[in-house]
């Protein structure tokens, strides 16, 4: 079992664990079988960070998140990203009302917590009035989308911080170059995880309560299945951040890994800036930077680069 109030581990009629994803209530764990199913459906939507199948599949680390289709819509048993808390979430547009009935139901009928997480505000504005329902703001899910022409450049007074912070860089490190990294490179895949590793020893990179490492692990080792950017910033030609980011479309990119050895003044507003001076030149137009998780210090790093617009999310409940 998992924490309080939270759904059993064990919660559906697993029909099958590869091949075509089933119909409610029986569901299928989430394997790379499943990426082309998943990833034309929800290409017909914002782009939420939480069902972008990359960021699904390599944050998988306990082989938990399950799938299956209700009404038209894909539901996904999620995992927690920092807890082991699991909880139903859809998305989708048929039926809505009744989809999110059906899962509240179906999460009572378990005995735990009848309650849906992660609900994008696309299925919200779909939700039709009902009295056994209590709708509320998730905003520590909230998706930040920042705006690549303006990263670019870092123009006007609500960037005169960036600005500043990317000045400094550049005056006390000129040994620096930016570098577009090669993942199908074993020696550049080592590089960065062992980057990562030397961030934890230098308590800069807290994993206590997280699975990021291993989700870069899992990226790393099936990197020829996304379509994913990997940039590093050089120090005296030495790795001192680095930024592994998709794209979605021609127009949307998605952020999913960025570590920065902090010692080196200014050095995540440089990253940022260099980076989105390329997909400028690409021509990207957003960057969704994920959602700050309710951690105090990820907000601020995450507000001060001045989103374009949020891809707000709900937690829906019963009465």
Same mark, same amino acid.
Not at 59 to 67: D, L, S, W
Not at 70 to 91: K, P, R
Not at 114 to 135: C, N, Q, T
Not at 203 to 216: P, R, T
């Given at each position: 079992?998992?924490?309080?109030?939270?759904?059993?581990?064990?919660?559906?009629?697993?029909?099958?664990?590869?091949?075509?994803?089933?119909?409610?209530?029986?569901?299928?764990?989430?394997?790379?079988?499943?990426?082309?199913?998943?990833?034309?459906?929800?290409?017909?939507?914002?782009?939420?960070?939480?069902?972008?199948?990359?960021? @699904? /599949?390599?944050?998988? =680390?306990?082989?938990? !998140?399950?799938? %299956?289709? #209700?009404?038209? +819509?894909? &539901?996904? @048993? /999620?995992?927690?990203? =920092?807890?082991?808390? !699991?909880?139903? %979430?859809? #998305?989708?547009? +048929?039926? &809505?009302?009744?989809?999110?009935?059906?899962?509240?139901?179906?999460?009572?009928?378990?005995?735990?917590?009848?309650?849906?997480?992660?609900?994008?505000?696309?299925?919200?504005?779909?939700?039709?009035?009902?009295?056994?329902?209590?709708?509320?703001?998730?905003?520590?899910?909230?998706?930040?989308?920042?705006?690549?022409?303006?990263?670019?450049?870092?123009?006007?007074?609500?960037?005169?911080?960036?600005?500043?912070?990317?000045?400094?860089?550049?005056?006390?490190?000129?040994?620096?170059?930016?570098?577009?990294?090669?993942?199908?490179?074993?020696?550049?895949?080592?590089?960065?995880?062992?980057?990562?590793?030397?961030?934890?020893?230098?308590?800069?990179?807290?994993?206590?309560?997280?699975?990021?490492?291993?989700?870069?692990?899992?990226?790393?080792?099936?990197?020829?299945?996304?379509?994913?950017?990997?940039?590093?910033?050089?120090?005296?030609?030495?790795?001192?951040?680095?930024?592994?980011?998709?794209?979605?479309?021609?127009?949307?990119?998605?952020?999913?890994?960025?570590?920065?050895?902090?010692?080196?003044?200014?050095?995540?507003?440089?990253?940022?800036?260099?980076?989105?001076?390329?997909?400028?030149?690409?021509?990207?137009?957003?960057?969704?930077?994920?959602?700050?998780?309710?951690?105090?210090?990820?907000?601020?790093?995450?507000?001060?680069?001045?989103?374009?617009?949020?891809?707000?999310?709900?937690?829906?409940?019963?009465?």
């Amino acid at each position: 079992m998992t924490k309080n109030n939270s759904i059993p581990i064990e919660v559906g009629l697993v029909e099958n664990t590869t091949g075509p994803i089933p119909l409610f209530p029986y569901s299928k764990k989430l394997t790379l079988e499943d990426k082309n199913e998943i990833e034309y459906f929800v290409k017909k939507f914002p782009f939420y960070s939480d069902y972008n199948f990359t960021s @699904l /599949f390599c944050y998988n =680390i306990n082989n938990k !998140v399950e799938v %299956s289709w #209700l009404n038209g +819509n894909l &539901v996904v @048993l /999620f995992q927690d990203y =920092i807890t082991e808390y !699991v909880f139903y %979430s859809f #998305l989708g547009e +048929n039926q &809505v009302t009744e989809t999110a009935l059906t899962l509240l139901n179906y999460a009572e009928s378990t005995q735990t917590k009848a309650e849906l997480r992660l609900i994008p505000d696309y299925v919200i504005k779909l939700l039709g009035a009902d009295e056994s329902i209590i709708v509320r703001e998730d905003e520590n899910n909230f998706d930040y989308i920042l705006s690549i022409p303006a990263l670019a450049e870092y123009k006007g007074k609500e960037f005169s911080n960036k600005r500043n912070h990317t000045n400094q860089f550049k005056r006390k490190y000129p040994n620096h170059n930016v570098r577009l990294l090669d993942l199908n490179n074993e020696a550049v895949r080592n590089q960065l995880l062992e980057f990562c590793k030397s961030l934890i020893e230098k308590n800069l990179l807290d994993i206590s309560n997280s699975h990021e490492l291993q989700a870069l692990e899992c990226l790393l080792k099936n990197k020829h299945h996304f379509n994913v950017y990997c940039f590093g910033i050089f120090v005296d030609d030495k790795l001192a951040s680095f930024l592994v980011c998709e794209q979605l479309n021609s127009e949307y990119i998605i952020g999913h890994f960025e570590k920065s050895d902090i010692y080196f003044d200014g050095i995540s507003p440089f990253l940022i800036q260099e980076v989105s001076k390329y997909l400028k030149t690409k021509g990207f137009r957003y960057f969704n930077y994920e959602q700050d998780l309710g951690i105090t210090g990820l907000r601020t790093v995450k507000q001060r680069y001045r989103p374009a617009y949020y891809l707000k999310k709900y937690i829906i409940t019963k009465k």
